[in-house]
């Protein structure tokens, strides 16, 4: 299948539009994760023993657990595009 010069150029131009729309999506994810990271390090090391620090950890993934879950309910939630 042969392509112009010209379609070459407009699908690069495309695929370089798609990218640049991406990238706010892409770094509030990196800042979700890093925050992320940062509360996890926090309940474990502000934690006075092994159990209560694990204990923060699993509340915290539970959290998240309800947030994946809310999330994926809205997805599929009538009206949603």
Same mark, same amino acid.
């Given at each position: 299948?042969?392509?112009?010069? /010209? ?6 131009? /495309? ?47 539970? #959290?998240?657990? /309800?947030?994946?879950? #809310? ?11």
């Amino acid at each position: 299948m042969a392509v112009t010069q /010209a379609e070459l150029e407009a699908k690069v131009e /495309a695929a370089l539009q798609a990218v640049t729309a991406a990238r706010p999506g892409v770094d509030s994810a990196v800042a979700l994760i890093t925050s992320q990271r940062q509360q996890i390090a926090d309940l474990i090391n502000n934690a006075p023993d092994l159990a209560t620090a694990a204990a923060n950890v699993d509340a915290f993934m539970a #959290e998240l657990q /309800a947030q994946k879950q #809310e999330l994926a309910d809205a997805q599929v939630a009538p009206g949603t595009p």
